[in-house]
């Protein structure tokens, strides 16, 4: 894979810093040009942010996608003379979406960041949620539980999990699809990642009377032919998916070959181009995708922008969804930064105000417009709904653009007010 800026690293390469991180959440800080603030991973002339990726486990493509996207940003932004008068430099690790491997890494790369322009993965985001908030480092988790924003440093671009599904359910019903009272199906794997999901459909499934069969399985599990065969025999309308790509093939593919050919909806991050390519390729048109993010060809400048910048630079992987949402979470921080730099203070701390004070994040439709000005609440409530298409680049079209339904809206996450 063709690396712009970074090079995937176990070991991240020392960069000279204003300021490093202590013990406590402490850092020690300087005046720098321009009468600005400096902090850990801020020089006179560079922005260091951190990527801790899954650039080898059940997420890679996304991920690697993602970090993709980020790249691009950087590269358009420092061509454009950078942030506040500094070049954005970025820092890579691969964790393999191994919680112990993330673990091992992160007192290794958190020295050298002003924050986390991606850390993906649920488990990873709970095994270091102490840590970033100890350390103030302000992170965009590439994981889209609504249970991170207890954590106050914890910066999430685009709906979270429960939400896309509160929305994906509305978009069936509205489309017929699905109606009161009908028995559904959700299967979830376990963790963070799943039970999201599955709060989401819950919520849902009260509010609409639906008989709800909840099935909750680990992340070595590939075939899912036996739940699928429990799920027909409860005769399910529509089977919910909160699973990795591989577990998403499974049961697409039983879906079709057990004859119960239902709608199959799924939340971002289990659906993986490289289905299209694979044994469940013709059982995918059941399956709806939602959300935050645009599909790669998605019929909007921005992203058209985007696949154009991902085809010139040369990476070899197929595209997917991932890189226009990593290039929107770098216009996020971007954003943030240019606030805190406006407010003279580029230390974590000011990171941290400025995320705040961000109530209007506008990234060209990469994503809907954010607001993180409400501790707790999802900065955003409204998503697209995608299914797979193998004619598109990037594997997926957009069939509903950016909505929101009314249960999003009325609906509270679980840190919400707090």
Partial sequence: MKRLLVKAAVVALVLPLAACSTKGGAETNSTSAGGVQAGTGVTDKDIT?????????PFKSLSTAITQGNELWAKDVNAAGGVCGRQIKLETVDHGYKADT?????????PKVLGFVQLTGSPVMAALGKDIETDKVTTTPASW???????????????????EMIDGMSYLQEKGMLADGDSVGHIYVDGEYGANGLRGSKYYAEQHKLKLHDVKITSTDTDLTNVVTGLKGQGVKVILLTTTPKQTGSAAAANKALGLNVPILSNNPAFDPVLLKSPAASALDKLYIVASTVPFAADIPKA?????????????EPPNAGTPYGYAVGAVWGTVLKKACDNKDLTRDGIHKAMQQTTSADTGDLVAAL???????????????????????GGTKYVQPLFESELAKTYKAPHEGQ
Avoid: C
């Avoid at 951190?50 to 486990?57: F, P």
């Avoid at 539980?145 to 429960?162: F, K, Q, R, W």
């Fill in 145 to 163: 539980s609504s249970e991170l924003l207890g954590n106050p440093y914890a910066m999430i671009v685009g709906t979270t999990y429960d939400i």
């Fill in 102 to 110: 993330a673990k091992t890494l992160y007192p290794q790369i958190e």
């Fill in 371 to 393: 607001n993180f000005g409400t501790p707790g609440a999802p900065a955003t409530r409204q998503v697209y709904v995608a299914q797979p298409d193998a004619a598109a680049p």
């Fill in 49 to 57: 942010l951190g990527v801790m990726a899954d650039l080898s486990g």
């Fill in 304 to 316: 058209k922008e985007i696949a154009q910048k991902y085809t010139a630079a040369g990476y070899k």
